[in-house]
């Protein structure tokens, strides 16, 4: 088993910045692909980036340039460093473990419970 628990959500506004944290634990955590997946309102869940336990990065292609993961595997903790936020951004976004290195939420064994990220206009 692997727990997974966001923090850093909150209000920001157009053109700022947040940074999430997803601390890991249990079994194996730190050997896990970590990603970041976002459900808006009214849509499905969506794969944002991920990250290997060696540092492959997948982006998708709507946030690169200005989101950034990052992971400290001695803290068994990933970042998600998120900049020139928009309102398109503003969505539950979660945390999420998987073995290998896939874009599809159907391939992460574990999920954490979410943190919101508001954008204003």
């Known amino acids: 088993q692997v727990q997974l628990v966001e923090s850093g959500g909150g209000l920001v506004q157009a053109g700022g910045s947040l940074r999430l944290a997803c601390a890991a634990s249990?079994?194996?955590?730190?050997?896990?692909?970590m990603g970041w997946f976002r459900q808006a309102p009214g849509k499905d869940r969506e794969f944002v980036v991920g990250i290997s336990a060696s540092g492959y990065i997948r982006y998708e292609d709507s946030v690169k340039g200005r989101f950034t993961i990052s992971r400290v595997n001695a803290e068994n903790t990933v970042y998600l460093q998120m900049t020139n936020l928009n309102p398109g951004d503003t969505a539950v976004y979660y945390c999420a473990a998987a073995r290998g290195s896939s874009t599809y939420k159907s391939g992460y064994d574990y999920w954490g419970q979410g943190t919101q990220v508001t954008v204003s206009s």
């Open positions: 249990g079994r194996a955590s730190s050997m896990y692909f």
